[in-house]
Each structure stands twice: as C-alpha cells, then as structure tokens.
C-alpha cells in the first residue's frame, strides 16, 4: 500500500497570500490526485497528474515523479478557499484503481 | 446529470439498528467505491465494486456489507450497527480506464450510532 504525507496539517493565511501544501508518497504512481472538501461539505477533484504542472485558475499543481512529491500551489488566496485539501495516490499493484488518502490539509484563509 | 447521489443525507440509528445507504450514478462508471472519514484519518476504503456483480473488500470491511444491484447502483448495508460505525460515509465512482480515473465524489452521509 502506498503511504502517502501531507504537509502541512493545518495552515492559516491571509487574503491575497500564495499558499502552498504538499504531498509525499513512497511508492511510484502513475497518478496523483487532488482534492477539496468544504467545511460540511463534499469532496470535489480538483486536479489528477501524472507529469508536470495542470492550472485551473488560481490553483496550479505540480508533481516530481523521481521525487515522489507533489504540490498544490494557491495564488491569491481568498477565503472561499477555505478547505481541507487532500491528496491520495493509487495503491500500488493490483488490478483494480484504488486509492490511498492523506490525511487532509486545513486551509483558513481569514479576510 | 446528476452526477453521484447518496441517501440518506443524515441518520441516527441505536446500536444493533441496521440500515442501508444507497448511492447511485448516472456517469456510466464501471468502478464505484464506499468511504468512510472519521476526524484525523484519512478516507478508508471499506469495499469497492470493479464492475457490475463483483465486490470486494476494502482496507475496514468488518461490519458492513456490500450490493452493486446494476452499473448505476451500489449499496453499503451496516447489519447490526455499533458506535465505532460512527463516520461520515462518501461514496464515488471513477470511469477506470487509464486517463479517466477522476473520483467523482457523493455529497456523504452523516451517520451517528448512539
């Protein structure tokens, strides 16, 4: 099973900062996802990658395959980002697409 | 489309009580999966289903038991609930093909067994 990290657990930050929350995983992946859930709310993808960099408007991820790392970059921060952010990654072998959640990363962004 | 639905959105429920949560996509999926999240864990698979007809175990199977009825529909039975059930349950459901594997997420349900 992959074993994935996320850092850091909880992060405040003031409107307009760039924010930036990472990823470490321990076994090679062919791709890794990111995703946001809402205080009460559900869980949305925002991004899956397997190589380089995806944006979608302010949210840009990156991802360093030898290095088994990935960040979620934020510019411009806005308090309706406020979320946890979890990143998860296949499991590794097997036939079947399963995946392995980090614990979620705490963003207060306070206006 | 409607994407993932899930019902119901909340349930309390006495200890030894069952009840069936029912998720439903319309995506055409061939993969759907039930989650559970609990404070300060991450979100554990209990069973997943590959294809219509086949379930299987996920990594906190104990206590729950599983119903992919078609493609669209896959079920999460607690028979004899206990407080440890305690969670929020998530189902998803994901196109499993290779560049296709985005989860598409169910809105969860909120479950307390007292």
């Known amino acids: 099973k992959n074993e994935v990290e996320q850092s850091p657990q909880n992060l405040t930050a003031q409107e307009g900062e760039f924010i930036t929350i990472n990823c470490s995983y321990s076994v090679g992946i062919s791709a890794l996802h990111w995703l946001q859930q809402h205080p009460g709310g559900g869980i949305v993808s925002l991004f899956m990658?397997?190589?380089g960099k995806k944006k979608h408007g302010r949210l840009i991820a990156t991802i360093n395959i030898q290095e088994k790392h990935s960040s979620l970059h934020i510019t411009a921060s806005h308090p309706r980002d406020s979320a946890v952010y979890i990143c998860a990654v296949p499991n590794s072998g097997g036939s079947n697409y399963k995946l392995t959640f980090g614990k979620g990363t705490l963003l207060t962004v306070n206006p | 489309n409607a994407g993932v639905t899930q019902t119901p959105k909340f349930q309390v429920l006495k200890t030894g009580q069952s009840m069936t949560l029912q998720c439903a996509q319309d995506?055409?999926?061939?993969?759907m999966y039930w989650y559970r999240q609990d404070p300060g864990m991450g979100l554990r698979l209990i069973y997943y289903?590959?294809?219509?007809?086949?379930?299987d175990k996920g990594e906190v199977p104990n206590g729950y038991n599983v119903s992919r009825l078609n493609k669209r529909e896959f079920s999460l039975r607690l028979e004899s609930a206990a407080p440890s059930q305690t969670s929020v349950y998530f189902c998803?459901?994901?196109?499993?093909?290779?560049?296709?594997?985005?989860?598409?997420f169910g809105p969860g349900t909120r479950l307390t067994v007292l």
């Open positions: 990658l397997s190589s």
């Open positions: 289903s590959a294809s219509e007809g086949t379930t």
């Open positions: 995506m055409n999926h061939n993969s």
């Open positions: 998803a459901s994901i196109m499993d093909r290779v560049g296709y594997n985005e989860q598409f």
